[in-house]
């Protein structure tokens, strides 16, 4: 039987920095993870709070938060542990040569593979549209072959927002990656990880870029290791370049993915992968270990602390077989949910009102410790963080990263 | 209805896994080969996606082929979709209508091929300069296989006749090894290491010489049939020693995750789950020994650094990776993991000629990380990893259990 200080339970945002937080604590830490989790899927920008109850658009999410309702998870992190979050985050990125940006007071505004606008808190500088301020053109980068990135939809889109006195201009860029599948901003990214591809890259675009006057707009393809293909491509361009977000696979979730478990390495965490946690062991008010599938076998890990990071209903953490029963399987956690068919969805999907189901999760006190319907303690050293807290519909209000980064944060502070 | 046929049908579990897919996108993103190359479709597609959409047995995705079965797919996915399964039965099937290639036929049976070897006086020698001249006049070339290898040397001596020559001392505590084709006829040393070690344990070592190839190169191949023979075969050994309750413990993770794991994925027989649980990895054996407090800690001081590639195998057994920890424990000794990802091997098929080149490719990330750490040795707990760190790394790896064997000195 292994023996830690702290196991967690999962490997998206949430579990990653639970694991991370402990560990540069001293703690000994296991990460217990089944799939490879959720950064690869989402753009890996940490939206803290874009749209408030009445889905209006929060300027500052710091005061945004303060009009929540008092069941709200940030509620429950407080003020004080999401920005020190924020700073462990935002230290931790620059240590792993990924700076992100951006603070509680302002919104960062970041383009849509669509040439929207969406609010986010902490976003890299590749991604920052604040680079878009003072530029007279705008040349939009296309690929050939890339689907999913349509330049004329974004130049129509952007156009009413960035300022119709402004140049707009298309450029298709041919990589060569021609001949077989379909190819993914992914693809484009490894290709430019390559001198090759940053050489070929930098050439076509050389043409259009006029110092600081011209900000080109690429989908997400500056290679896949922290900012350092962003960081050449401004260097050989003298301009602002700015990545929009994109379908999955995200290729900047992977970047935040990456530098997470270079740290993990670094600070001695131990990772179990391919191993999806069955049940808790308990005594009294505490669990003390859990048992997890292996090939053939269970294994059991003890430990003094966990944290349970498995997400919601989309990842399995929370599940439904049955109307009205949703559960979460590992600990047996009570889940809390929006009672009555009536209420639990819109008929739009993004609607102006958040959405019943999303609402789905685990209620915690104040310490992120799991309670039970009539508000009392189900166990002393079980902490909840992430998509598996009840009360607040990430999508609608734009909080998801932003709730997992803290509340994994002040898990692991506890 | 033909016993494949039959096995295929009624292997309904891997297949059923495929309606637990999202669509999500995360194996594509932990696939090395697509990484590699755009010929391959990638594993949603051509695993879940076709396994739903296809309507009939001609309906062949055509770039199945480029699948390695490293199992990357199956570890990234979130909801239990066994994808490397799905193509590895999908392949079998397409193998039922089509004929295998000379060079499949060959790179499958290599336990038939070793058998004839050491029939045969000096066969090993003979056999090694028959390789290497075959290698020069460009025969294995012509028959589909990378000109740019050397096929594995066969050792002087097999593991399981050296094994004949070694004294243990015995013990009431005994469990069983299980060898694996490369290690019985390429590389020896490491079941000798690994004897040593369990002595050093207080075990006595088995061998069952009924034990035949874990099937690994055949269900690659599409040799499906004759893999269930040898499962069959196998599974019946490991309850024989089940029931005397003598584990059987691998050094190959190859091996090891067939016998625990993959029988079960690709046939599921119910004995086949059984038998599995009486199977071991050997560091997860000893890392068990370690756990209850009885693994021998008396470790001679070493020096080295050791750079540890973790084989795609290891890591879909689902203990994480003990031997970084227990050779962590040896005075001396640095253990650095190379997270670099599939070394790009996979049995047999960095072999084939056609698929060189993305093996190559897939092994950079390890080659380029081999070359710029400071670590004096590289360790892999399997022997395909090891020939394509030989192969592209230009350095001379071992498995873990030689370190351990090391450490606890002569004798
Ligand atoms: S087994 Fe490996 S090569 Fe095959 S689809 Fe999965 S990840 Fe790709
Ligand atoms: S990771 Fe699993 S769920 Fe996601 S697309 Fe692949 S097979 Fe489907």
Redesign the pocket.
């Known amino acids: 039987m292994k023996h830690s200080d702290t196991i967690v339970i999962g490997s998206g945002l949430a579990g990653l920095m639970a694991a991370l937080t402990s560990a540069r604590r001293g703690k000994k830490v296991t990460l217990l993870t089944m799939g490879s989790g959720s950064l690869s899927l989402n753009s890996g920008v940490i939206d803290v709070l874009g749209f408030d109850e009445n889905h209006a658009f929060v300027e500052s999410p710091r005061k945004g938060i303060e009009t929540l309702p008092k069941d709200h998870p940030y509620k429950k992190i407080g003020m004080d542990m999401l920005e020190k979050s924020v700073e462990a985050f935002l230290a931790f990125t620059k240590e792993y040569h990924f700076p992100y940006r951006g603070s509680l007071d302002k919104q960062i505004m970041v383009p849509t593979a669509v040439g929207t606008l969406k609010p986010t808190c902490l976003a890299p500088h590749s991604m920052d549209g604040t680079g878009f301020k003072g530029c007279s053109k705008v040349i939009i980068v296309a690929v050939e072959g890339l689907k999913d990135f349509y330049g004329d939809i974004i130049k129509e889109n952007i156009r009413p927002l960035l300022g119709e006195d402004l140049v707009y201009e298309i450029v298709t860029i041919d990589t060569g990656l021609t001949g077989g599948r379909d190819i993914t901003t992914l693809d484009v990214a490894r290709w430019l990880d390559h001198d090759k591809g940053m050489t070929t890259l930098s050439e076509a675009l050389k043409p259009y870029a006029k110092g600081s006057e011209t900000v080109f707009l690429l989908p997400q393809i500056l290679g896949t290791s922290g900012h350092a293909g962003a960081l050449a491509l401004r260097g050989k361009l003298e301009s602002e370049v700015i990545e929009t977000t994109c379908l999955p696979p995200s290729v900047n979730g992977l970047r935040l993915q990456k530098i997470f478990y270079e740290a993990l390495r670094d600070s001695g965490v131990d990772i179990i992968e391919d191993t999806k946690v069955l049940r808790a062991v308990r005594k009294g008010a505490k669990c003390t270990a859990v048992v997890a599938q292996a090939a053939a076998r269970e294994k059991t890990y003890e430990a003094e602390k966990f944290i349970l990071a498995t997400g919601g209903f989309y990842s399995g953490g929370i599940t439904m077989r049955e109307f009205e029963h949703p559960k979460e399987a590992i600990f047996d956690l009570p889940v809390w949910f929006v009672p009555g068919e009536e209420n639990w969805s819109n008929e739009q999907l993004f609607a102006d009102k958040p959405q019943g189901f999303a609402m789905t999760g685990i209620r915690t006190d104040e310490n992120l410790l799991p309670l039970d319907g009539n508000g009392k303690r189900v166990y002393d050293n079980v902490y909840v963080v992430g998509r598996n807290l009840g009360g607040y519909d990430f999508c609608f209000e734009h909080s998801g990263n932003g709730v997992a980064l803290a509340s994994a944060y002040k898990a692991a502070m506890m | 209805m033909s016993e494949l046929t039959k096995a295929i049908k009624e292997k309904t579990e891997s297949m059923l896994t495929a309606d637990h897919c999202l669509s999500c996108t995360s194996?594509m993103a932990?696939?090395?080969?697509?990484e590699a190359s755009r010929e391959?479709r990638?594993?949603k597609l051509?695993?879940p996606a076709h396994n739903r959409m296809r309507f009939s047995q001609e309906d062949v995705e055509e770039s199945l082929d480029?699948?390695?079965?490293?199992?990357?797919?199956?570890r990234?996915c979130p909801s239990g979709v066994e994808?490397?399964t799905l193509?590895m039965l999908r392949r079998a099937e397409y193998y039922k209508t089509h004929p295998h290639s000379q060079r499949d036929d060959m790179l499958a049976h290599g336990e038939r091929m070793a058998k004839l070897v050491r029939s045969m006086p000096f066969g090993a020698s003979c056999a090694n300069l028959g390789m290497k001249i075959g290698k020069s006049l460009g025969i294995f070339k012509s028959i589909g296989i990378a000109g740019e290898r050397d096929m594995p040397a066969y050792a002087s001596k097999s593991f399981l006749s050296m094994f004949k020559d070694i004294r243990q001392t015995s013990s009431e505590k005994k469990i069983v090894f299980y060898p694996g084709c490369f290690i019985n006829e390429n590389d020896p040393e490491v079941g000798v290491a690994f004897v040593k070690v369990m002595q050093k344990n207080g075990y006595e070592v088995l061998v069952d010489r009924e034990f035949n190839c874990c099937g690994s190169p055949l269900v690659v191949t599409g040799y499906l049939d004759e893999a269930l023979e040898h499962a069959h075969n196998n599974v019946a050994r490991i309850y024989h020693w089940k029931q005397q309750g003598i584990p059987v413990v691998a050094c190959c993770t190859s091996c090891s995750l067939m016998l625990k794991k993959e029988y079960h994925e690709l046939f599921d027989e119910p004995e086949m789950k059984e038998a599995a649980e009486n199977v071991y990895d050997a560091f997860e054996f000893l890392a068990m020994l370690e756990d209850e407090g009885k693994l021998n800690t008396k470790f001679g001081s070493l020096t080295h650094h050791l750079l540890y590639h973790v084989p795609?195998h290891l890591k879909s057994q689902g203990f994480g990776t003990p031997a970084a920890h227990i050779l962590g424990k040896i005075p001396g000794i640095k253990v650095e993991l190379a997270d670099a990802g599939?070394c790009g091997m996979?049995g047999n098929y960095g072999f084939k000629q056609d698929k060189y080149d993305i093996s190559m490719k897939i092994g950079e990330r390890l080659f380029e990380r081999i070359a710029t750490s400071k670590a004096d040795t590289v360790i892999s707990d399997c022997g395909t990893c090891r020939l394509q760190i030989q192969h592209g790394g230009h350095v001379e790896p071992c498995h873990p259990v030689e370190i351990l064997a090391k450490a606890y000195g002569e004798g």
């Open positions: 194996c932990g696939c090395p080969v697509m391959y990638g594993p051509v695993g480029f699948c390695s079965n490293c199992k990357s797919c199956d990234a994808v490397s193509n795609c599939c996979s």
